[in-house]
């Protein structure tokens, strides 16, 4: 069984903006999976559409295992998702928020509780919920994020970004956590990023998106056959040229 599954899943905007032209993909249990592209390339829109934030204009997909237009709410509480932005607010402790996060997945106050407490000893939080997130790290804060994510045990984890801005100890202990959902929990795990680097060490496979369309796949291994570095396969593939920025 397939985690992801899409055949043929677009997105037209009003105005006739295609801002996906009819993505194919699959991904396997326990992968991390890199999903690379341009500005503009649709990266965004499919992420958004595969989290169920957006309706697609065409095709079909599974997520989860359930169909992601007939069962949206099956999706929802299968998967996990961190924006890039991020959610946290920074005068106010994590710790009521992620009991509330569980709550409102079904838990009771005492389970939402306990669960918080296994969720931060994974990421290596724990006494730091009752700070406001003004006085922690951005590797912390971006840690909080994903424990949002994590407190009803998805499936699945989608991570926008997940390290833009953290300095290189707080992106390397990140991907030491993302690693360990998979290796210790199973956990399958699509991200984007614009860190050629980060692709290359974290993901087990890649799938480049450039015009609305996936353009290329393999392992970072396999991409980088010949001597090439991913820069060189990823503007071989992509162009050279500036893309405006663009949020799609």
Known sequence: MKVIETSGLSKTFDGGVEAVAGVDMSVRPGEIVGFLGPNGAGKTTTMRMLTTLLRPSAGTATVAGHDLLGDSRHVRRRIGYVSQGGGILPMVPPAGELVLQGMLYGLSRQAATDKMAEVLARLGLTGLESKPAAALSGGQRRRFDIAFALLHDPVLLFLDEPTTGLDPQSRANLWDHIRSLRDEKGMTVFL????????????????????????????PAGLKSGGRTLDDVFLDITGRSLREEAGV
Do not use: K, P, Q
């Open 192 to 219: 984007t990023t614009h860190y050629l680097d980060e692709a290359d060490a974290l993901c087990d496979r890649l799938l480049i998106i450039d015009h609305g369309r996936i353009v290329a796949e393999g392992t």
